[in-house]
């Protein structure tokens, strides 16, 4: 069971660790940024933004309806007057202008425009960065390099001094999807972006209870923010709460945790939970990660707005209690210079624009629901085990099966991810689990198990060679699950051998050296049936059968199984010369005919072998041996259109157990070998067996005798004569047509 786990668990712990190794490339998180974000966010579809945030669009509807230039800078701040004016009214809490201000317009205007400011106590204006490149040079006047000088531009002093703060909200304008927004901007000074700025403004109306629990959480550090709202209204000291808040947070993480506690455990009764919700999102704003994710809502236009026309004439009346996020929206122009990519960037073209996103920010910062990537460390321990779990099922399932684990594995991580996403914010990885990991350890499993099967069809076939044909060993490699099926029914060449003297020689030697001599015999015999294409199809004992088989009779193979017979002769009378004590003549027979190629046996045990009536009349035949002496016998079926040996008609022989008469002859040698002696031996035993089958004893027996003196011993011709003795003094019937009854007879 360990031995089949190994594998397994191997490829498994390969892939976890390649997922962990993954995290650290930097390609592969732009990745999971650009293209795992987004599936989640595609997945997840729209979500309601809260209600709490507007934004009023200088769009060129609006322009056009008040007959202004598109570029809203070069607006009458006459109509920004009134819109603050009217904003304040209707209870606006935080008022954010995304637009810079740094041009004198006409000093009347300005003027009332600053008094407006100055009186909402609740402005944010822009100041943006712009970086300029100097060169510089080295003593010699050489070229050094350059350097990237960032600096502000602010508002005109009079509106500048006017607002309760003024912030930037630096965005990378680049090809790629915004997916990201500063709270701090390092480069730059480390100061507070527009939507850090705007939300302390914002929650102000709760300050008087934070500065409540933190002389709770840490008495020290109260005393070094004001003490009321009403003090950081009156001296516009919003950016050095901020300051001071984040440095107290970030450099205490203890009082964060304190404050969190106390904002979630307090019994106060009139910290009800949207003060309760506004207080966590300023702890956790400036204890939070300097650069979050932005959790949009959906596409252009999420966030509800309304057109700066719209709003100076018929200001909706919930206005109370919300942020208002003034600058340039185009929801309908491809065109748009303020516009950023996004994953819900619109298939025309509509980007999502600066002021939305700045909206955007601000809300995930008062709902406390940035994105959030899963913590490091859980995501190592994550992306190691999903490795490890489909690693091992790649690889003990089929490839149907583990296609379908996988798959099922793969979607349910994926909506778990996406519940996790739409629910809480937490962004799980996709990229590496399901693409870096999920695909290739398939095909990695299916590759290395095609390689693995392909290694043990190797083997089970070099394990086969040694017992069965390789037509046979292809079947059995293709249907590994039942040896039983298959078989087929052809036309087949069966030589069968023995070897005389075997009882004998084994009762005199050790098994151990009758086994490596009988090891070094057959490997005399297979070596000339392998060489002319032939299969061994059965050894039992000291006998061997090997087939050459074909759909049909062929005239080819029957020559082949001929020569064979000759090789294997020549090859043992050499072997028995080379050792005066351990010889085996053999004797050879062969018959052709159609026969079944099969697995034959039952319940556990099979067996691959021959099936035919050729078969036992191939062993019959070989039975002869014993009574003419002779070493190679062969069918007329085999030899009869064959012209390539030299034979000799032994006869008709009715075989013991079978029915029908059987014409044998005897394998001389090639035809190309046979001395004109042995052409005139075989003519003259041709005529001596004519005299025998025509019923002439006397003259065949005088024959036959004269054969033996001529040739020497010759054990056919004594086997006949004989024969003509016996017949002679006892006849035959007259229905005898020269067939000699093997068991009768003989």
């Known amino acids: 069971m360990m031995s089949r786990l190994r594998k397994p668990a191997v490829l498994g712990l390969v892939i976890g660790i390649a997922g962990v190794l993954l995290s650290f490339v930097h390609f592969v998180g732009d990745l999971e940024e650009y293209l795992g974000l987004h599936i989640l966010f595609k997945l997840r579809g729209t979500r309601h933004p809260p209600s709490d945030v507007l934004i009023i669009s200088m769009d060129r509807t609006s322009a056009d309806a008040f007959n202004f230039p598109e570029d809203p800078r070069k607006w009458s701040r006459i109509l920004h007057t009134r ?27 300005d003027k009332a425009f600053s008094e407006a400011i100055r009186k909402a106590q609740n402005v944010v204006l822009c100041r943006c960065l712009k970086s300029d490149k100097v060169f510089v040079s080295d003593r010699s006047k050489a070229d050094a390099g350059e350097i990237t000088l960032i600096k502000y531009v602010h508002p005109i002093p009079i509106l500048g001094k006017a607002a309760s703060a003024t912030a930037s909200f630096p965005l990378p304008k680049v090809p790629v999807k915004l997916s990201q927004y500063w709270t701090f901007k390092k480069d730059a000074g480390d100061i507070p972006t527009m939507p850090v700025v705007a939300f302390q403004i914002y929650s102000l109306q709760v300050y008087d209870e934070l500065i409540r629990l933190l002389k709770k959480a840490g008495p020290q550090y109260a005393l070094r923010l004001p003490p009321d709202r009403n003090t950081i209204v009156e001296e516009r000291s919003v950016e050095r709460v901020v300051q001071t808040l984040r440095d107290m947070l970030e450099n205490d993480a203890a009082l964060a945790d304190k404050l969190v506690y106390e904002i979630e455990h307090t019994n106060d009764i009139a910290l009800g939970p949207e003060k309760r919700r506004m207080l966590l999102g300023l702890v956790r704003l400036y204890h939070g990660a300097n650069s979050p994710y932005l959790n949009f809502y959906g596409p252009p236009g999420s966030i509800r707005t309304i057109s700066y026309y719209e709003a100076l004439h018929s200001l909706p009346q919930d206005i109370s209690g919300k942020a208002v996020f003034i600058g340039l929206s185009e929801l309908f122009r491809p065109e748009q210079k303020d516009g950023f990519n996004t994953v819900f960037s619109g298939p025309s073209g509509i980007d999502i624009s600066g002021v939305e996103i700045a909206a955007t920010a601000f809300a995930n910062i008062l709902e406390n629901r940035p994105v959030n990537p899963m913590p490091f460390v859980e995501q190592m321990i994550m992306l190691f085990l999903w490795g490890m779990l489909i690693g091992t099922l790649c690889f003990m399932l089929p490839a149907l099966y583990s296609a379908l684990a996988v798959s099922g594995l793969g979607i349910i991580y994926l909506s778990f991810a996406e519940y996790q996403f739409r629910t809480s914010g937490v962004w799980y990885p996709i990229v590496i689990p399901l693409f870096f990991q999920t695909v290739p350890v398939y095909f990695g499993a299916v590759l290395w198990k095609y390689v693995e099967s392909n290694r043990e069809r190797r083997s089970i076939r070099k394990a086969f060679e040694y017992y069965l044909p390789d037509s046979v060993i292809e079947r059995l490699i293709r249907n590994l699950g039942d040896v039983r099926a298959g078989g087929q029914t052809v036309y087949g060449i069966c030589l069968y051998t023995d070897a005389k003297q075997y009882t004998k020689m084994a009762e005199q030697m050790e098994p151990e050296e009758l086994g490596d001599f009988m090891n070094r015999y057959y490997a005399t015999l297979f070596e000339p049936v392998k060489k002319r294409g032939g299969i061994v199809s059965n050894v039992i004992g000291d006998s061997m059968m090997a087939l050459w088989v074909s759909s049909k009779p062929d005239a080819t193979i029957e020559a082949m ?14 072997m028995n010369r080379s050792s005066e004590t351990m010889t085996l003549p053999t004797r050879i027979c062969i018959h052709s005919g159609r026969l079944f190629m099969g697995n034959v046996g039952a319940m556990d045990h099979y067996e691959y072998r021959p099936i035919g009536d050729i078969v036992n009349t191939a062993t019959r035949i070989e039975g002869l041996h014993r009574f003419l002496g002779t070493r190679i016998l062969v069918s007329e079926d085999v030899i009869s259109k064959l012209s390539l040996f030299q034979t000799r008609n032994l006869g008709t022989f009715l075989l013991a157990g079978k029915s029908k008469p059987i014409v044998i002859h005897e394998i001389i040698c090639a035809i190309e070998e046979a001395t004109d002696g042995q052409k005139r031996a075989c003519e003259s035993f041709s005529e001596a067996l004519a005299l025998f089958k025509a019923r002439q004893w006397s003259k065949g027996h005088e024959i036959f005798r004269e054969y033996i003196k001529t040739t020497g011993d010759d054990e056919p011709s004594a086997f006949y004569a004989k024969l003509c003795e016996t017949y002679e003094k006892n006849p035959p019937p007259d229905s005898w047509n020269g067939e000699i009854h093997v068991e009768k007879e003989i």
């Open 83 to 109: 819109l603050i004016s009217m904003l304040v009214e209707h209870g606006a809490s935080v008022i954010a202008f995304d637009i810079i201000f740094d041009e004198n317009h006409f000093p009347n205007e």
């Open 561 to 574: 199984a001929c020569l064979a017979a000759l090789d294997i002769d020549k090859a043992i009378r050499g």
